[in-house]
């Protein structure tokens, strides 16, 4: 394999979408019958053929581990490795390769500079600037090593637009500014920031910068040394390579000033019982056998990337953008969150005044076949900032065609108008419908017993979904099931009620029923459709059952038999975890209190020894 470090030219001619699109086998397949149209690209980007076929013939013909073989593969590998190091360091204009350290992903990148430069340069009463954009892989860490080093975080507001207040970030620095950490562009509201400057102010000051570039990367030329970027990091599969793969540029005197990242293989020099001596960048920073494949998939992504031209795909990227937003201002019932004067390939919105939520848009949209994004896009105080749990995002790339936009602005019209008429009838307070009503005991709405155990309310519903023959039909039903959900009042959505680690906003309020024998009762709400549908299952389920016939109860058995295992993202199955684990957690107090009454009212020798642990 010979090296090459220049891409071949972009060609004059006009772009060709539907050459390009031929480059991707995923695009030719369908999703509940319809064809895809993939909009999550700020997530993860699809991969090439070209990228496909380098990783394959990896595995086929090269694969063996690096460096220390003698024999012929693993020179061919360890050659393909280094090679991919050098394609990187061109792509972002770093001095040399040995600056680009391969990592797992931005995250890892991030968290290496944080435990490596964190812990030798932060002492207490040091600052660090964050911004509100900021994904909690750049937030995160810098919040576990203040913890460690008694160094605090300072934050970057932005303004009603969703662009930073660099007036208030000037503000912020000062000779106790020891780092600057910024993402390029906004992964929930794309946002462009101006990261040169942001990085000149911070210089000034005396400070080092740690720039987030995942979601530029694969939309526009990097230049770290133009940038003056102290440290650069990025991901793999977001500039359509593998996952698993991704790159932190540092510049050198940093990187030899900082002690390794993890200790293993490779990293070292020499090593003794007394002592250890370690390797010259990159190796130091990368212990163990790498990822090899990934690290080759990355150099093919770069190199087909090259070839199409970042300036063609930014064009085109722009070209839809202005699409998008044009098409989705139009629909009466969606605020988009975001106008910045300088953003990425993406946009993200909100319902307003219907009695859907973002999940239920996203759920819709994939029964349609478009793929989008839905949640807090682990931007939570950036959601927190705006006043939503959520939004929904498109994300585009160059594959993406203009008529799949029309497919986005046709399908939440749709939505919306099916929406709007729940949302008139909403207006006034109703009674539940009468298959409701003999479920509820309280104008709040705690659910009385709809079986005689949670086991005979299992088999009820799953008999009616094995009616059902397909997820749209069952998807559906769980709908109709949370438009038939009593509204929980607003005085009772309370913070201590909220529900963590769901994607929407879900309230949970339960009691022991009056006058009965540990039975509990249930009542929550959702800002989501179909989360209040998932509330309604559970509810039937256990609300008026025993504490100990809840906790007896199995699930993970039942959610698998009627096929949510399968259908929900693991993020909704996680939110869906998190509110059977506060009702069984509500069902273990309740009989721990019931244990306690029973005690107190037995004689004192009759009553259990406590057994202290040690």
């Known amino acids: 394999m010979t090296p090459r470090l220049s891409p071949t030219p972009v060609p004059a001619t006009?772009?060709?979408?539907?050459?390009?699109?031929?480059?991707?086998?995923?695009?030719?397949?369908?999703?509940?019958?319809?064809?895809?149209?993939?909009?999550?690209n700020a997530a993860s980007t699809q991969q090439p053929l070209k990228v496909i076929q380098a990783v394959s013939d990896y595995h086929q013909q090269y694969h063996a581990n690096i460096h220390r073989g003698v024999y012929q593969l693993s020179r061919n590998a360890t050659r393909m490795h280094d090679y991919a190091r050098e394609v990187v360091a061109h792509f972002i204009h770093a001095a040399e390769p040995a600056e680009c350290l391969f990592t797992r992903g931005t995250t890892e990148s991030i968290n290496l500079v944080a435990a490596c430069w964190g812990r030798a340069n932060l002492r207490p009463g040091d600052e660090i600037i964050l911004s509100v954009l900021e994904h909690h892989s750049n937030i995160v860490p810098w919040q576990m090593i203040c913890e460690a080093t008694g160094a605090r975080i300072r934050v970057i507001p932005s303004n009603e637009r969703g662009e930073l207040r660099l007036d208030e970030y000037r503000r912020l620095l000062s000779s106790r500014t020891r780092l600057v950490a910024v993402n390029q562009v906004s992964n929930a509201l794309g946002t462009i920031n101006p990261v040169a400057e942001i990085i000149a102010e911070a210089h000034?000051?005396?400070?080092?910068?740690?720039?987030?570039?995942?979601?530029?990367?694969?939309?526009?030329?990097?230049?770290?040394?133009?940038?003056?970027?102290?440290?650069?990091?990025?991901?793999?599969?977001?500039?359509?390579?593998?996952?698993g793969i991704g790159v932190l540029y540092g510049k050198r005197h940093l990187l030899e000033a900082m002690p390794?990242?993890?200790?293993?293989?490779?990293?070292?020099?020499?090593?003794?019982?007394?002592?250890?001596?370690?390797?010259?960048?990159?190796?130091?920073?990368?212990a163990g056998t790498p990822h090899i494949a990934g690290a080759i998939g990355l150099a093919a992504a770069?190199?087909?990337?090259?070839?199409?031209?970042?300036?063609?795909?930014?064009?085109?990227?722009?070209?839809l953008l202005r699409q998008a937003t044009a098409r989705l201002s139009a629909i009466e019932g969606i605020a988009i969150k975001s106008s910045a004067a300088h953003k990425g390939a993406l946009v993200s919105w909100i319902p307003v005044d219907l009695p859907i939520g973002t999940l239920d848009i996203g759920m819709q949209l994939d029964l349609r076949g478009i793929c989008i994004?839905?949640?807090?896009h682990c931007c939570q105080p950036l959601m927190d900032r705006m006043g939503v749990a959520s939004t929904a995002r498109a994300s585009f790339a160059i594959y993406n065609d203009p008529a799949e936009i029309d497919r986005l602005g046709d399908a939440?019209?749709?939505?919306?108008?099916?929406?709007?008429?729940?949302?008139?009838?909403?207006?006034?307070?109703?009674?539940?419908?009468?298959?409701?009503?003999?479920?509820?005991?309280?104008?709040?709405?705690?659910?009385?017993?709809?079986?005689?155990?949670?086991?005979?309310?299992?088999?009820?519903?799953?008999?009616?979904?094995?009616?059902?023959?397909?997820?749209?039909?069952?998807?559906?039903?769980?709908?109709?099931?949370?438009?038939?959900?009593?509204?929980?009042?607003?005085?009772?959505?309370?913070?201590?009620?909220?529900?963590?680690?769901?994607?929407?906003?879900?309230?949970?309020?339960?009691?022991?029923?009056?006058?009965?024998?540990?039975?509990?009762?249930?009542?929550?709400?959702?800002?989501?459709?179909?989360?209040?549908?998932?509330?309604?299952?559970?509810?039937?389920?256990?609300?008026?059952?025993?504490?100990?016939?809840?906790?007896?109860?199995?699930?993970?058995?039942?959610?698998?038999?009627?096929?949510?295992?399968?259908?929900?993202?693991?993020?909704?199955?996680?939110?869906?975890?998190?509110?059977?684990?506060?009702?069984?957690?509500i069902a273990a107090h309740a009989l721990q209190q019931d244990r306690h009454q029973r005690e107190d009212r037995m004689p004192t020798g009759a009553r259990p020894q406590q057994q202290v642990s040690n």
């Open 14 to 40: 006009p772009f060709d979408l539907s050459a390009v699109r031929a480059q991707f086998p995923i695009l030719k397949t369908r999703v509940h019958g319809q064809p895809l149209a993939y909009l999550d």
């Open 204 to 243: 000034a000051a005396g400070a080092v910068t740690l720039i987030d570039g995942a979601q530029w990367v694969a939309h526009g030329v990097t230049d770290v040394q133009a940038l003056d970027a102290d440290f650069y990091a990025f991901s793999g599969h977001k500039l359509y390579g593998p996952t």
């Open 260 to 286: 390794p990242y993890q200790g293993g293989g490779d990293m070292i020099e020499q090593v003794t019982f007394e002592k250890t001596t370690y390797a010259a960048l990159p190796n130091k920073f990368e």
């Open 302 to 319: 770069i190199e087909w990337l090259e070839t199409v031209g970042l300036e063609r795909i930014g064009a085109h990227e722009q070209q």
């Open 373 to 376: 994004r839905t949640g807090h």
């Open 412 to 585: 939440l019209t749709e939505i919306i108008a099916a929406a709007r008429p729940r949302a008139a009838g909403a207006s006034a307070p109703k009674s539940a419908p009468a298959s409701t009503a003999a479920l509820v005991s309280e104008s709040i709405g705690y659910a009385v017993a709809a079986a005689d155990s949670p086991e005979a309310a299992a088999e009820a519903i799953a008999e009616v979904f094995d009616l059902l023959p397909d997820w749209p039909m069952r998807h559906q039903q769980i709908i109709d099931l949370g438009e038939r959900l009593p509204v929980l009042p607003e005085s009772l959505k309370t913070p201590e009620r909220l529900v963590p680690g769901c994607q929407s906003r879900v309230y949970l309020v339960a009691r022991l029923r009056p006058d009965s024998d540990g039975v509990i009762e249930l009542a929550a709400d959702s800002d989501s459709n179909l989360v209040r549908g998932l509330i309604a299952i559970l509810q039937q389920l256990y609300s008026g059952q025993t504490a100990t016939a809840i906790l007896a109860f199995d699930i993970a058995t039942f959610f698998k038999r009627i096929g949510l295992d399968e259908q929900l993202s693991m993020a909704r199955r996680n939110g869906l975890a998190s509110m059977v684990e506060r009702i069984r957690r």
